[in-house]
């Protein structure tokens, strides 16, 4: 009797044995429903284990028709649960996110003519056989011709119409590399034959792609998956973006390079785009996959190729439900996959570059922009020196640059990664600040929406005309900016500007970012004032002013990358400016000219930066050059999360190259009612640090009302 333990989309330690009925022949990797206590599950068979004792087990109910995850994916769904320290189920949930993508899938029933006029032709009819010459749903078709869809069965009975079935989910157009493409730089035709030959090659070879903003890491890409295509003509490529908002520039130029629309992943797409893209993937024949960081559980028949764009951003990182960094899951991928990964940008993370100059990872460099674009020039605002005036954020200095820009008739980009109008309100009388109810953080105001709102879980009220804790009455003020707050100030000293504010509360889908983009792009906004979505990607040749409003803003805070990602995020942002034939600039408030991330923008000297930064970190062996994991304990009451945190603190056990602290409140105590505590914990490289934290988990219970989460490698620390 053969037996098959089946892997199912669960959070359990390990897969279930079933046996297999006669009727059925079963490998590894086969998609299979089973029964699970009343009910039944979809799975997929991790071991098959042919000569076994099956009595006592139920039987597999069926196989989808779907093809069975490669050897590939199922090595990296193991490799995945072991590394985050979760169960394997709760990766193939990641997967299996499409159920319905499994089994034969729907059907539409369309109308085709058949070539046979019947004796009756009038108008209405001649129509209906002239819109039906290819095939063509039912209600559509009467729609099309303009008439009731009584003439259209009408049609079918005489046979001059006759129905067909098709599949809903249809193949993706095949994509050609051979369309002509733009001649490349030099430098670009270098890069993107190093990577092209690794892919033809094949096997696992990564490869860094650094690249100053505006250098052209696109054309490169384009090349790359053109070269990939040829070489591999049965295989698949893989695209991962930070923002979903950028998909669509990047899926243009990649249907306009290959002549048909790339497949898309992610949450913008509906759930019947997502069940064809799952399908085509699946198939292998979807060639060419653009998405965002969860495309990476997609069950690629075959991957030869990953391509990570602004494999620095931090939105790579999940941290809700199964928290991974996407760069670093593509990476392994990649390896068991045997494929190329290219990781890309402008501002690599320390992560990779340590990486690329430990050998491990090959370097490619494209050190200045495409054509006649050179990188903006930088300087700072010292606050201290040229400060605004009272109850105002743009200081003299940037003010005079801004009027000087417009009158150029060139635009101006704002930056400040701030939302809404003031990030905190406090009652000037009391001194009482305006906290959302059940999570330990501060209401921000917006005044478009008149609310005040808590960022974090999305709860938000009106702003009370009183203050709630002493009841003065317009005791309530408005502390800091936000976007809106600089608008209502730019507005102000610039009344005849066409001014937009750009954050996800004004762009709150992408087709509105879209929308926004391209209105900036025909020149018809004179000063754009954004958060962190305007950082990323944009090209806007006529912007040639960049205004940072309060650069130190990233600087606060426990986050051993702080310093780290305002660089990162400041040259994405300074990037922006001059990427055409005009000159940009970029102006930098701060109160801390003398701060190394700051110094080394304006120096343009990226790498005296990383080097400081380096030698700080390798001093206190944080990440990259340690490991670190944060354990978090979350329960309803404080005692019950302080004595949960007490039994995972008596769990400890000591062990070489490894630190912990706590447990501790976070800076975020309490979200959503959940008390918190944490643990921090840093290794030496050596260690293995997903066993340690393995072991120590499952050397302490909790209650079932507590929750017990552990984040490898740990991006946020709030
Ligand atoms: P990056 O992603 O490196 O910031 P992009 O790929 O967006 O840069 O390219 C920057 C600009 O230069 C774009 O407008 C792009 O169309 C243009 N460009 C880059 N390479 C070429 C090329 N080989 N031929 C024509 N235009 C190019």
């Not at 996800?504 to 958060?531: F, W, Y």
């Not at 080394?600 to 790498?607: E, P, Q």
Request: glycine share 8%; hydrophobic share 45%.
């Amino acid at each position: 009797m053969a037996v098959v333990s089946v892997l199912l989309p669960l959070p359990l330690p390990e897969a279930f044995d079933y046996v297999v009925p006669p009727e059925l022949t079963l490998g590894l990797g086969d998609v299979v429903e089973v029964p699970l206590g009343q009910n039944l599950r979809i799975g997929v068979v991790w071991a098959v284990k042919p000569d076994s004792d099956g009595s006592n087990l139920k039987p597999v109910k069926s196989r989808f028709a779907s093809p069975p995850f490669s050897h590939a994916l199922r090595q990296f769904i193991d490799f995945a649960a072991r590394y985050l320290v979760t169960p394997p189920g709760q990766v193939l949930a990641m997967v299996l996110r499409q159920p319905e993508a499994l089994g034969p899938g729907p059907f539409e029933r369309l109308a085709v003519a058949t070539g046979l006029r019947p004796d009756k032709l009038n108008e209405a009819r001649t129509r209906i056989l002239e819109c039906a010459l290819k095939p063509i749903p039912r209600a559509a078709l009467a729609k099309a011709a303009g008439v009731g869809s009584g003439i259209v069965t009408a049609l079918l009975k005489l046979g001059a119409l006759e129905e067909i079935e098709r599949p809903v989910d249809l193949p993706f157009g095949t994509p050609d590399p051979t369309l002509p493409a733009r001649p490349l730089s030099e430098m670009q035709a270098d890069a993107a034959y190093m990577i092209a030959k690794a892919a033809s090659a094949g096997g696992f070879s990564p490869f860094l792609l650094d690249g100053v903003t505006g250098s052209g890491k696109t054309e490169v890409y384009l090349e790359a998956v053109a070269q990939a295509l040829i070489a591999r003509p049965d295989e698949q490529v893989l695209i991962l973006l930070p923002e979903i908002a950028l998909t669509q520039a990047i899926v243009a130029r990649f249907e306009q390079r290959f002549g048909a629309a790339p497949a898309q992943w992610h949450s913008d797409i509906g759930a019947a785009q997502k069940r064809r893209t799952w399908r085509e993937v699946a198939a292998g024949r979807a060639r060419i996959v653009i998405g965002a960081r969860s495309a990476l559980f997609l069950p690629f028949a075959k991957l030869s190729m990953i391509l990570v764009d602004e494999e620095h951003d931090g939105s790579f990182k999940q941290d809700d439900g199964l928290r991974y960094h996407a760069r670093d899951m593509a990476v392994a991928r990649a390896k068991f996959e045997q494929a190329t990964i290219v990781l890309g940008s402008a501002t690599p993370s320390m992560e990779t570059r340590l990486n690329a100059d430990a050998g491990r990872y090959q370097r490619l460099l494209l050190p200045s922009r495409y054509g006649v674009a050179l990188l903006p020039d930088v300087s700072l605002i010292d606050l201290k020196e040229s400060p605004p005036e009272r109850d105002q954020w743009l200081s003299p200095v940037l003010v005079q640059a801004m009027a000087e820009t417009l009158e150029q008739r060139e635009q101006v980009l704002l930056f400040l990664n701030r939302r809404g109008y003031a990030p905190v309100v406090l009652c000037r009388k009391c001194g009482h600040r305006m906290k959302a109810p059940d999570t330990e953080s501060w209401l921000v105001e917006h005044k478009y929406s008149n609310r005040l709102v808590c960022h974090l879980t999305g709860f938000s009220m009106r702003k009370p005309d009183a203050c709630p804790n002493c009841g003065a009455e317009d005791g309530l003020v408005s502390v800091g900016p936000g976007v809106e707050r600089i608008a209502a100030e730019t507005t102000e000293r610039f009344p005849d500007a066409r001014i937009e504010i750009f954050s996800s509360d004004t762009a709150h889908n992408p087709q509105a970012v879209r929308e926004l983009v391209a209105r900036m792009e025909k020149g018809e906004i004179d000063i754009l004032i954004g958060t962190q979505i305007v950082a990323k990607g944009h090209n806007f040749p006529n912007l040639t002013l960049v205004g940072v409003v309060d650069a130190d803003l990233g600087l606060k805070g426990g986050d051993p990358r702080a310093g780290e990602r305002t660089y990162q995020m400041l040259s994405q942002v300074a990037g922006r400016a001059g990427r055409a034939d005009r000159p940009g600039r970029a102006l930098i408030q701060t109160h801390y000219p003398d701060n190394e991330a700051l110094q080394a923008l304006v120096m343009g000297d990226r790498d005296a930066f990383i080097e400081a930064e380096s030698l700080g970190r390798a001093a206190v062996g944080a990440p990259p050059f340690g490991r670190m994991a944060a354990m978090h304990i979350m329960a309803q009451t404080d005692e019950a999360v302080d004595a949960a945190a007490q039994a995972a603190s008596d769990a400890l056990f000591p062990a070489d190259g490894v630190e912990v602290w706590g447990p501790a409140p976070p800076p975020l105590a309490m979200i959503r009612g959940w008390r918190r505590r944490r643990f921090l914990i840093q290794s030496s490289k050596e260690v293995d640090l997903s066993a340690f934290m393995a072991a120590w988990r499952s050397g302490f219970r909790v209650p079932g009302s507590v929750r017990v989460s552990i984040d490898m490698d740990p991006y946020s620390f709030l």
